[in-house]
């Protein structure tokens, strides 16, 4: 069952929590019909040339910007979210981008935020034009969208002390040693 808006004000801590907000010039944010419209924080990661290994990925470029970012066409960064969540031990999170930057070729990918999960989102964002793209930091960038199992899991992802848990902030991928 998808929570409604009603349902994700009681059930979820989001923090900062704003009501629909959708204010002239801007990407619109906050909670929606079934889901919640979170922003763009402002700490970004770009790769440079580098080889990428998921055993061994150090974020030491991380910056920071309140202005617009340009994304170049055919490439990636990381960022996180500007809200914090906490997902009830009932609840699976799904991200998926909002329809005005897919309509520039920008792809957000983000796992799923698992039971009992909380932190700020880390974003994988790809541009899939061949053109630069402007990032918008503090406006709407992917809808949360929030289902309510029929059942509450055995073992929630704080239950199995999971390595994403608690992010505040950007966070590289890990593999447990």
């Known amino acids: 069952m998808l929570l409604a808006d009603f349902q994700i004000r009681q059930q979820v801590r989001i923090v900062p929590f704003c009501e ?3 204010l002239p010039g801007s990407i619109s944010y906050g909670l929606s019909p ?3 419209d979170v ?3 402002t700490k970004f990661y770009q790769p440079s040339g580098e080889v990428l290994d998921p055993k061994a990925f150090s974020i030491d470029k991380v910056w920071t910007s309140t202005q617009p970012v340009i994304l170049p066409g055919n490439s990636f960064l990381l960022a996180e979210t ?3 969540l906490e997902i009830p031990k ?3 999170g799904l991200v998926i981008g909002k329809s005005t930057y897919d309509r520039c070729g920008v792809v957000i990918n983000v796992g799923p935020l698992q039971p009992e999960w909380q932190g700020k989102i880390t974003l994988e964002i790809s541009n899939s034009s061949p053109v630069p793209v402007k990032l918008y930091p503090l406006e709407g960038i ?3 969208i929030f289902m309510k199992a029929d059942a509450v899991c055995e073992k929630s992802y704080a ?3 999971g390595k994403y848990n608690y992010q505040p902030g950007l966070t590289p991928p890990k ?3």
């Open 20 to 22: 629909p907000t959708n």
């Open 34 to 36: 079934y889901g919640y």
């Open 39 to 41: 922003r763009l924080g």
């Open 82 to 84: 500007f809200e914090y």
């Open 90 to 92: 009932n609840t699976l």
């Open 142 to 144: 992917a809808l949360v």
């Open 159 to 161: 239950d199995q002390f």
């Open 175 to 177: 593999v447990t040693k």
